[in-house]
């Protein structure tokens, strides 16, 4: 059985089974003529549901998520989240320790970075219920079933769409920008261990990867040029 990673995109979201999924639903599907209460079909023809792009930057620490992350909230003018907000105080401290974290401890972090942006796409006072064409997340996803779980955002919303951006990067290059970072909880050496459980997104439909061996000028036209291009298929 193909994983979520490896088979194509569905027409419509298949079911799973997840205590959190629940909170995936981002708004009523107005593209089938009902306003989502009891199913009642209304007679006012409805509009296209406005297409909306989560944008996961993904890679191990030193790749430069939150650098290209505000790249394209510069770029297409939506919000940014940082993944290391989200984890718990519990985290930080094993990782400032040089203590791996496991799935157990990635979890929640993963939960609630997915349901963070669910919360930026929906219709909100704060938004003033105009929600924005997209968010950006940065968020490691080392491993694919951690991608899947963040996949889960877009189940049950056939207008929300989910895409992965691979940091890809030498180790050695990783460890000298983590070993130059000041006044942050994650240190060198955890680069070896997050590199010694990390899935690379090979075959998965909807994950683009990136070298960023060069430039950060050419590390950022390469960005914006994929994100520019997958764009276009939707319109």
């Given amino acids: ?13 298949p079911a799973i089974v997840d205590s959190t999924a629940s909170k995936a639903r981002i708004m009523p599907d107005l593209a089938n003529g009902t306003n989502g209460t009891n199913g009642v079909t209304s007679t006012t023809p409805s509009k296209p549901a406005k297409q909306q ?3 996961v930057v993904t890679g191990p620490a030193g790749c430069g998520k939150s650098t290209v992350g505000n790249v394209l909230r510069k770029e297409l003018g939506i919000p940014f989240l940082e993944g290391d907000d989200y984890h718990p105080a519990a985290n930080k401290e094993k990782m400032g320790e040089g203590i791996p974290l496991t799935d157990e401890d990635r979890w929640d972090w993963l939960i609630s970075l997915r349901q963070a942006a669910i919360d930026v796409l929906s219709p909100s006072k ?10 950006v997340v940065a968020c490691s ?3 694919q079933k951690y991608r899947d779980v963040m996949r889960v955002a877009a189940y049950g919303s056939p207008s929300v769409h989910i895409h992965f951006i691979y940091l890809k990067l030498k180790e050695d290059v990783l460890m000298e920008r983590v070993a130059h ?11 070896h261990s997050q590199l010694a459980v990390l899935e690379e997104p ?3 439909w909807d994950a683009i990867t990136i070298n960023v061996e060069g430039t950060m000028e050419e590390v950022q036209q390469n960005v914006i040029h994929a994100v520019t291009d997958k764009l276009a298929e939707y319109k």
């Avoid at 059985?1 to 979201?13: C, F, I, K, N, V």
């Avoid at 704060?126 to 968010?135: I, K, L, M, R, T």
């Avoid at 970072?181 to 680069?191: A, D, I, L, T, W």
Wanted: a neutral charge; glycine letters at 6%.
């Fill in 1 to 13: 059985m193909l994983s979520a990673g490896e088979r194509p995109q569905p027409p419509q979201a």
């Fill in 53 to 55: 792009h989560i944008w």
């Fill in 126 to 135: 704060a938004n003033n219920f105009h929600p924005p064409d997209g968010v």
């Fill in 141 to 143: 996803a080392l491993k």
């Fill in 181 to 191: 970072r000041e006044s942050h909880y994650m240190k060198s050496g955890m680069v």
């Fill in 202 to 204: 090979k075959d998965e």
